[in-house]
Nanobody, 115 residues
Framework: QVQLVESGGGLVHPGGSLRLSCTKS????????MGWYRQAPGKQRELAAT??????TNYLDSVKGRFTISRQNANTVFLQMNKLMPEDTAVYYC??????????WGQGTQVTVSF
């Protein structure tokens, strides 16, 4: 069983920055996609940014140019969020999808963008 541990959420003013991190509990030999989904109140969960084990990134259109996903090592990814806007307010969930089909979720971390 793989566990995902998230950190870095919080309250920030519009225009500010936060960095989220997610660490998986074990190194996995499979190919995988790791990243972040978010869910705002009353809305469906949506992909924010993902990174494959081969280095391919994918971003939600509204965060392109503001968010950057990167890998520290085989087990940790970061989401650098700049120029945050109130509409970025959501619970951000780390997600791991293995090439063989297993999917894992973190517990979620709250990001609030407000004055």
């Amino acid at each position: 069983q793989v566990q995902l541990v998230e950190s870095g959420g919080g309250l920030v003013h519009p225009g500010g920055s936060l960095r989220l991190s997610c660490t998986k509990s074990t190194t996995i030999p499979d190919a995988y996609t790791m990243g972040w989904y978010r869910q705002a109140p009353g809305k469906q969960r949506e992909l924010a940014a993902t990174l494959t084990s081969s280095g391919t990134t994918n971003y939600l259109d509204s965060v392109k140019g503001r968010f950057t996903i990167s890998r520290q090592n085989a087990n940790t990814v970061f989401l650098q969020m700049n120029k945050l806007m109130p509409e970025d307010t959501a619970v951000y969930y780390c997600n791991l999808q293995l090439s063989r089909g297993a999917i894992y979720w973190g517990q979620g971390t709250q990001v609030t963008v407000s004055f």
